[in-house]
């Protein structure tokens, strides 16, 4: 049986992203650091509490709302089990992918390295 996805990170997609990073880092009581190689553009916590990221807003799935993103061991898996439970996959992908629920709220998925269950997989980075 495949594991159920867990919360991972939740992006927020600003329209001034630096006024983004000050709001989050007052309100979470830490600091936003620029993403490295493989992780995409933004910024984003390194706690061990799921991470909070920040993007400037582009015209992409993942622009207009925030969005929180579900670790999953197995992308295409999950992907045909939001399908069958009446979601939609509205951008696929092999590392992440953005879904809608059943009533039409967006999330995403993001595989997950099986040795480092809390990280992103290594496929991101190659």
Do not use: N
């Not at 045909?80 to 809608?100: F, M, N, Q, T, Y």
């Not at 995403?108 to 269950?117: E, I, M, T």
């Amino acid at each position: 049986m495949v594991p159920a996805p867990r919360l991972l990170l939740t992006e927020f997609p600003a329209d001034d992203p630096e006024r983004a990073r000050r709001f989050w880092a007052g309100l979470l009581g830490e600091t936003l650091d620029a993403r490295r190689e493989g992780e995409g553009e933004g910024w984003q916590t390194r706690s061990e509490a799921p991470t909070v990221g920040v993007h400037a807003r582009g015209r992409g799935p993942g622009d207009s709302f925030s969005l929180p993103y579900f670790a999953v061991g197995d992308i295409a898996e999950a992907l045909e089990r939001v399908k069958a439970l009446g979601g939609s996959v509205v951008h696929p992908g092999a590392a992440w992918a953005i879904c809608k629920d059943s009533e039409g709220s967006p999330f995403g998925l993001a595989l997950v390295d099986p040795d480092a269950p809390d990280r992103p997989s290594r496929k991101l980075l190659d």
